[in-house]
């Protein structure tokens, strides 16, 4: 088969490679049909992630068929269309009974192994451990690209944001970063009845992206943009949703917290951070942060079927897999492409 394999810091490749298959009885191999690119890859070729190294296949997240299954594996059979989550679980250790599966015992100690600790997903192929506790069966109806970024995007920021910040009817939310994550929290604020939702960032094209998946507001960021949200929110937001990762836009999201309210960290921070505590304390206000759990699947496969979420609008760019490096190209300059996720298929 072909994969797209890493070769250290800067280096990739898409090549032949040993065909995935069954290794142990709870595995399965799916034909992968489509998949996209998240920034954590991206980190993975800027030499950020020393636990993957030299041959692996990258990503962790896709929509495929089913096409071998081991002996113990009891939920799935060859056919099946299957969502093929960033994170894997046993659902025996310990956090995956406390329904932390991102902390997964049994391979490696974390529940993403996908394109980290073992062979991932940007392939025509790939194997699947645990595969009746970590496969989710694809609803009949639903299209590849309604579906496919419920493996990572949606549920982190819907997790790790705004059912991390707590989110309520009736709250204001400010969305710090207007990507792809921070779009799934917009996206999915609704669910929880939000009255006013302010999407901030840098960017006109994300802004505007924003506005159309549902934010009431948009801020583009400036010299009065702390207090440009705290006027439009009465003071301060119930909730802050981080969700770039840069020192800054922490601290930004931090001042627009109002008394008693949440900030909710997605962004991957890569340096330390300094915080105002002296203010913070006083103010009562809770810091979240996390790795996504995926345990939302179901819900929001729910949620994408009914119609009251449209997951696909997150893809902005579609590519065959003999075009990986352009895509790889168009997300890693995403905002001079005006673009959120991409979309990857066999061709």
């Known amino acids: ?8 810091p800067g280096s990739k490749a898409w090549e032949e490679v040993p065909d995935a298959a069954v290794q142990e009885p709870t595995d399965v191999v799916v034909r992968v049909e489509t998949t996209t690119i998240c920034g954590t890859d991206l980190h993975i070729l800027h030499g950020d992630v020393p636990a993957v190294t030299d041959g692996r296949i990258l990503g962790h997240e896709a929509v495929g068929t089913v096409t071998a299954v081991g002996d113990a594996v009891r939920a799935f059979a060859v056919g099946d269309r299957v969502l093929v989550p960033a994170i894997t679980r ?11 599966p991102s902390h997964c015992l049994t391979v ?6 996908f394109g980290h600790l073992v062979d991932g ?5 790939v194997r699947v451990p645990f595969a009746d506790t970590s496969l989710y069966r694809v609803p009949d109806g639903l299209r590849d690209e309604q ?26 939310v400010a969305v710090v970063g207007a990507g792809a994550v921070g779009l799934a929290a917009v996206l999915t604020t609704g669910l929880w009845g939000a009255s006013r939702v302010i ?30 949200v705290r006027r439009l929110s009465d003071g301060g937001v119930d909730v802050a949703i981080e969700a770039v990762g840069y020192p800054e836009t922490l601290r930004t999201a931090c001042a627009l917290v109002k008394p008693g309210g949440s900030i909710a960290n997605i962004g991957v921070h890569g340096v330390p951070v300094e915080l105002p505590m002296q203010d913070m304390w006083i103010q009562n206000v809770t810091l979240t942060m996390g790795l996504v759990d995926t345990v939302s699947i179901p819900t929001l496969l729910t949620m994408v079927a009914s119609g009251r979420i449209p997951a696909e609008k997150m893809g902005t760019h579609t590519f065959t897999f003999d075009r990986i490096d352009e895509a790889y190209d168009v997300f890693a300059n995403a905002a001079a492409n005006e673009a959120l996720k991409v979309v990857i298929t066999p061709g």
């Open 1 to 8: 088969m072909k994969a797209l394999v890493y070769h250290g």
């Open 90 to 100: 046993c659902g025996r250790c310990t956090y995956c009974q406390r329904g932390m």
């Open 108 to 113: 490696g100690g974390i529940g993403w192994v």
């Open 121 to 125: 997903t940007q392939a025509e192929l």
């Open 147 to 172: 579906v496919v970024f419920l493996a990572d995007s949606l549920p982190t920021g819907y997790e790790v944001g705004v059912l991390a910040g707590n989110v309520r009817p009736g709250h204001t």
């Open 199 to 228: 999407a901030v960032d840098t960017n006109k094209f994300r802004l505007e992206k924003a506005l159309e998946f549902g934010a009431t507001d948009a801020v583009e960021v400036g010299p009065g943009t702390v207090e440009e």
